[in-house]
């Protein structure tokens, strides 16, 4: 990825573990556009600041961040980015979406730990 990508992301402040946020849908663009040349699974956690499940499910991304550290894990708001959450078909909250080279290879809905769990351990190989 291009020395300009962390210039588009914030990294989460409340840990050392890396957990990217965006707020602005042309930075998402931009950083999902390189992702897709890289062969780095992606976590995409679309969730929201009132829903009660996703603040149960954010220690767990975060702790999965800093245990998979080969994985990209990206937390979207759906208020702030509607447009990305339609996008990808979000239609409960929270979802995580698991992706591989820009592509969907498997989707989680609801505060499933051990599920998006496995399927993060599958993808990674």
Same mark, same amino acid.
């Given at each position: 990825?291009?020395?300009n990508i962390s210039d588009l992301?914030?990294?989460?402040?409340?840990?050392?573990?890396?957990?990217?946020?965006?707020?602005?849908?042309?930075?998402?663009k931009a950083y999902f556009d390189c992702y897709?040349?890289?062969? !780095? /699974?992606? =976590?995409?956690?679309f969730m929201a600041t009132w829903c009660v499940p996703c603040?149960?499910?954010?220690?767990?991304?975060r702790q999965f961040a800093a245990k998979y550290t080969d994985v990209e894990f990206i !937390? /979207?708001? =759906?208020?702030?980015?509607?447009e990305v959450a339609q996008a990808f078909q979000v239609q409960a909250l929270p979802t995580f979406i698991v992706l591989k080279k820009g592509k969907v290879v498997e989707k989680v809905m609801g505060p499933k730990r051990e599920d998006l769990q496995k399927l993060i351990e599958k993808h990674r190989i």
């Amino acid at each position: 990825m291009g020395a300009n990508i962390s210039d588009l992301v914030e990294r989460s402040p409340k840990s050392s573990q890396i957990l990217l946020t965006f707020h602005s849908t042309a930075k998402w663009k931009a950083y999902f556009d390189c992702y897709k040349e890289t062969n !780095k /699974l992606m =976590v995409i956690g679309f969730m929201a600041t009132w829903c009660v499940p996703c603040k149960y499910m954010e220690p767990v991304i975060r702790q999965f961040a800093a245990k998979y550290t080969d994985v990209e894990f990206i !937390k /979207l708001d =759906v208020d702030e980015l509607m447009e990305v959450a339609q996008a990808f078909q979000v239609q409960a909250l929270p979802t995580f979406i698991v992706l591989k080279k820009g592509k969907v290879v498997e989707k989680v809905m609801g505060p499933k730990r051990e599920d998006l769990q496995k399927l993060i351990e599958k993808h990674r190989i």
